[in-house]
């Protein structure tokens, strides 16, 4: 049983070996420091020549990412905090992403994977979730795996299949997390959907239809062996749908599962307002329109700083709470 | 000056460690780099070591685990210096005030307020038991309500357009002498099949005298003696104020035998495919859409609209302008008040009162007075 | 000597007569968006080009760079197709003239945007040890990008066969470069340890040659060099909008560079070049039906 962090370490080490085109650039990944939240780890020492320590410059290291990406290399590039992925939107958007559209014949294989999410008191500019300021660009993929998918596979798979931009988001709270591919107390399944990522389908009942589904990924997977089964305890059904790919996202197989409930809940980390989870929404409607019982509910981290001080920050963060209070009110719809 | 201990951060991913032993006693003399305490991550185990001479006071117990920066101990320079006081930073906390021994599944509560059932009831007849879906919706009150399964229902149609022959009158007894004994005999006064020979009231005020031409002949007991000699065809009840008389009023005589009938205003529109027990009366402009389903001795009043596939059982009262969205369902002897609007689908339990004017958006529970205009949630505070 | 001339004479009179037409067009409304045309600054563009090997070196260009993209590649067709908005344009009519890619030229609309680009190039030409080398082209208004500075950090860090060319036309759209820089430019590069060489942005020659010399050095010793060429934008920054006043323009039509190779040519080269080079616009403007 590996963690997220060593699934990961070790699907590195796995490309690393099986692919000679692949580099890794980023801040402070050097052995015996191994990256700021040790995903790199080891990988210096086993390759010193394809993982390059770089100044602190994420718009220069995009850019030179990009120029290797350009000619023929797999470069992966580290953010330290996925806060400071902005400094790198000029890169990704106006570079990365148009080169492979606007030139013929061209692909840009950049890797950019960063950290991101609070609830470890880093406080206001090294614990938002970001993501959702890279949504909808074309040419760009979101990769976030949950703690139910297999990381180290899912970068592998990137490497190997992607020609474009992909930011592969990690939430922070999920590295120590122990992966719950054969968990006993929920049956999983993994799927691989239509955009050729894996959704993590989870369901806490044995038989019947479910109440809700709750749809979900990355980081806040590591609130549902604890939740499902409170609910279940409760007579509360729940598919819990965390797709690895959430951008584009599996909208056929999300609208697919949510019929079967009719009620459906959207979480996520990032702050309220213009989030994920209410592009996802909006076309869940116009699939799902007539087969609903009630309003799609969306639950988020408050629109606000994320403070350092613990109570403060669990107060704005979104929380298993929040999640269940949102199930709660979309079955009390008649 | 003394030195708080502080547990350390350990490893980047983990923001807390357990506290495993202390290897000094409290007010043990301690000195500089001695180890002092053993803590535990999920990948290791450290020593923390005293960063100056003194004298150990341990603040925490072992055993539990503290987010990183949390005092748990204090070197004291001198054996008499004070802990000094500083902010604890609280362990995080996200309130949640579990009951200690649940009655019922949240399910169970969210189905019983869906459904209408009385759920401190369900738990009083169930002592010792969680209670749970199944148990809640093998009580909720059948909708298609017990006395509904009762009736004798018949096809009615009552279009505007038709026109009785007048071949066999028949001859109604009205029971109430007040305001809506004269809606009967005004709405008969347009039917030809129908003849109002008689009205009783149990006020002996009102013997002998006369309602638009018809007399007030007696109290209500005068009914079976007059059944008797076959001076009348059936009943029809006015009374509308007490929902229990009028349900005691018509369970009296139809126990023995006596029918009542059902009057329905000739400008009333009672649509194809509907169907009635007996006993109801519908006033003016009341619009029964089809496929509707109504039971025996309802007061429709004025205007009263029932929209396509609604179920009504018996023993209700409407006010006038009262209209019901389609497949509406409502259960026996529940008042509706003046210009009450119900949304499709909605289920009324038994015996609920609805105050005028109000706007029915979610299922009532049986038992229910709902007073407020509007009932609707209009939004969920997160 | 006079052979390389003639050479880079002919090819700074064909980005000349093409860029003519160009405004033209636009003038005809054949044109869509923006073209910025290096009037006046045809020798940085030839004379820098010229020293490179297309094989192996790569250029990154940015929002004026036909100049560069003619020098690098000679294909006026692919480009005047491109810049016309047609599918068989060498970026499909997508890029238009400002995104341009064939082999191993790139170019884009963001100022500065393309050097960490050009730096990554750098690496991979390093870690692919083909003496290749990675070209970029600036203009002294971009020099206040900041990610510029990130690069050129990394450039040096890594010794990485980085060429960056300033092309100071001292002009920033309509900003004169001293309302833009409170130090002087060739100062920054050097700054990070770059050496770098301040030359005569309107002779052809002399900038063909230090890029020869150059060149050669990155590719024998790697690391990163900067060539700061002095130039006048004779034309406007895009299409009509021009606020100079037009003394000042004419003051430098003497250091035209295409001037500046004719009084070193024998006329009778200069009348051939410049026919030829007419002919072949004209050829291609008739392919189009555009004349
Ligand atoms: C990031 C960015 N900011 C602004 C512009 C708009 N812009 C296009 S060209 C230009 C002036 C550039 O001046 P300079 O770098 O000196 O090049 P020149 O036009 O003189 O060749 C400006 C401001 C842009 N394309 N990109
Ligand atoms: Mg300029």
């Not at chain 2, 071949?167 to 007894?173: A, D, G, P, S």
Request: proline content about 4%; hydrophobic content about 40%.
């Amino acid at each position: 049983m590996s963690t997220y962090l060593q699934n990961l370490q070790n699907g590195l080490f796995e490309l690393f070996s099986n692919n000679s085109r692949v580099i890794l650039l980023g801040e402070d990944v050097l052995d015996p420091y191994g990256g700021a939240f040790k995903v790199t780890a080891g990988l210096s020492t086993q390759f010193p020549n394809r993982v390059l320590t770089t100044p602190i410059s994420e718009a220069g290291i995009t850019g030179v990412a990009i120029g290797l990406a350009l000619r023929g290399y797999i470069p992966i590039v580290e953010i330290m905090f996925g806060d400071f992925l902005t400094l790198c939107a000029d890169q990704i958007i106006n570079h990365a992403t148009k080169f492979p559209n606007m030139y013929r014949d061209v692909t840009c294989p950049l890797i950019m994977r960063s950290p991101m999410g609070g609830g470890r008191g880093y406080g206001p500019t090294h614990s938002q979730s970001l993501e959702k300021m890279f949504l909808g660009i074309p040419e760009l993929k979101l990769i976030a795996p949950s703690h139910y998918h297999q990381p180290g596979q899912t970068i592998q798979h990137i490497a190997t299949q992607e020609i474009n931009p992909v930011i592969f988001i990690e939430h922070k709270l999920l590295y120590r997390e122990t992966l719950q591919l054969n968990s006993e107390a929920l049956p999983l399944i993994l799927k691989t959907d239509e955009t050729g990522y894996q959704t993590a389908i989870l369901r806490n009942y044995d038989v019947g239809i479910p109440d809700v589904c709750l749809i979900g990924y990355g980081g806040i997977s590591r609130f549902l062996p604890e939740l499902l089964k409170k609910l279940a305890a409760e007579e509360i059904r729940i598919i819990a749908l965390l797709p690895e790919s959430i951008d584009p996202v599996p909208i056929e197989m999300l609208a697919h599962f949510a019929a079967e409930a009719g009620r459906i809940v959207i979480a996520e980390e990032s702050t309220e307002g213009f989030t994920w989870a209410s592009g996802i929404a909006s076309q869940l409607y116009e699939n799902l329109w007539g087969k609903l019982h009630c309003p799609i509910k969306m639950v988020t981290s408050a629109r606000c700083a994320i403070p350092t001080a613990i109570q403060q920050e669990a107060d704005v963060l979104i929380s298993s709470l929040n999640i269940e209070n949102a199930i709660l009110e979309v079955i009390s719809w008649a | 000056m003394g030195m708080i201990i502080k547990m350390p951060l350990l490893n980047i991913n983990d923001e807390s460690a357990t506290l495993v032993r202390w290897l000094h006693s409290d007010g043990a003399r301690v000195s500089q780099n001695e180890p002092i305490c053993v803590v535990e991550t999920t990948k290791s185990a450290v020593d923390i070591c005293a960063e100056i001479d003194g004298f150990l006071r341990q603040l925490a117990p072992v055993g539990s685990t503290y987010i990183t920066g949390y005092a748990i101990g204090f070197i004291a320079s001198s054996i008499d210096e004070l802990v000094p006081n500083f902010e604890h930073i609280e362990p995080y906390s996200n309130n949640i005030v579990e009951s200690t021994s649940p009655k019922w599944t949240k399910k169970a509560q969210i189905l019983a307020n869906r459904l209408g059932v009385d759920l401190i009831a369900l738990a009083a007849a169930h002592p010792g038991v969680l209670i749970g879906e199944e148990l809640v919706k093998s009580v909720a009150p059948s909708i298609e309500s017990e006395s509904l399964r009762a009736v004798n229902l018949t096809a009615v149609t009552h279009l505007p357009i038709t026109h009785a022959n007048d071949t066999h009158q028949e001859r109604v007894l009205i029971l109430g002498g007040s305001g809506g004994a004269a809606l009967v005999l005004d709405i008969l006064s347009d039917v030809l099949t129908q003849q109002a020979i008689g009205i009783l009231d149990n006020n002996p005020k009102l013997f002998n005298t006369t309602l638009m031409g018809v007399p007030v002949i007696g109290g209500f007991d005068l009914a079976i003696q007059l059944w008797q000699e076959k001076k009348f065809d059936t009943l029809i009840s006015t009374v509308v104020k007490d929902i229990a008389d009028r349900v005691s009023i018509f369970e009296r005589f139809t126990q023995i035998g006596i029918p009542f009938t059902n009057i329905i205003a000739a400008n009333a529109n009672v649509r194809r495919d509907c169907r009635m027990g007996t006993g109801n009366l519908i006033v003016h402009g009341s619009y029964i859409a089809t496929g509707v389903t109504l039971g025996n001795n309802n007061f429709l009043a004025a205007g009263t609209y029932i929209e396509h596939h609604s179920i009504i059982g018996s023993h209700c009262t409407f006010g006038p302008r009262t209209s019901l969205s389609g497949r509406v369902k409502v259960a026996d002897r529940v008042k509706f008040g003046t210009h009450v609007a119900v949304e499709p689908f909605i289920e009324i339990g038994t015996e609920s009162v609805i105050a005028s004017g109000v706007v029915l958006t979610s299922h009532i529970p049986s038992y229910s007075i709902v007073k407020n205009a509007s009932n609707s949630v209009i939004r969920h505070a997160r | 000597m006079n052979a390389d001339l003639e050479m880079l004479y002919e090819k700074m009179v064909l980005i000349r007569l093409f860029e003519e037409t160009l405004l033209k067009l636009f003038s005809l409304g054949h044109l869509r968006g923006t073209v910025h045309t290096c009037i006046g600054q045809e020798a940085c563009a030839v004379g820098i080009v010229s020293a490179l090997d297309s094989k192996r070196d790569t250029l990154c260009s940015n929002h004026r760079g036909h100049g560069h993209f003619l020098a690098f590649t000679d294909n006026t067709d692919g480009l005047l197709k491109e810049i016309l908005g047609l599918k068989s344009g060498i970026c499909g009519g997508k890029g238009g003239s400002q995104h341009l890619h064939v082999n191993n030229f790139y170019s884009n609309g963001i100022l500065g945007g393309m050097v960490p680009i050009a730096t990554g190039i750098a690496l991979s030409q390093k870690l692919a040890e083909e003496n290749g080398i990675s070209v970029v082209f600036v203009g002294d208004g971009a020099m206040s990008e900041g990610v510029i500075y990130e690069s050129l950090n990394m450039a040096a860090l890594w010794k990485l066969p980085l060429l960056l060319v300033i092309e100071h036309n001292q002009i920033a759209q309509s900003t004169p470069w001293n309302l833009e820089h409170g130090s002087a430019i060739e100062g920054r590069p050097v700054a990070f340890g770059i050496p770098t060489e301040t030359i005569d942005g309107n002779d052809v020659q002399t900038i063909y040659a230090a890029t020869k010399k150059t060149v050669d050095d990155m590719r024998k010793n790697a690391h990163s060099r900067c060539l700061l060429l002095k130039t006048y934008r004779l034309g406007p920054h895009s299409k009509g909008d021009d606020y100079r006043s037009t003394t000042e323009i004419s003051s430098h039509q003497m250091n035209d560079p295409l001037k500046r190779a004719e009084t070193v040519l024998p006329e009778k080269v200069v009348m051939g070049i410049k026919t030829l080079c007419q002919t072949r616009i004209n050829q291609m403007l008739e392919s189009f039906s555009l004349i």
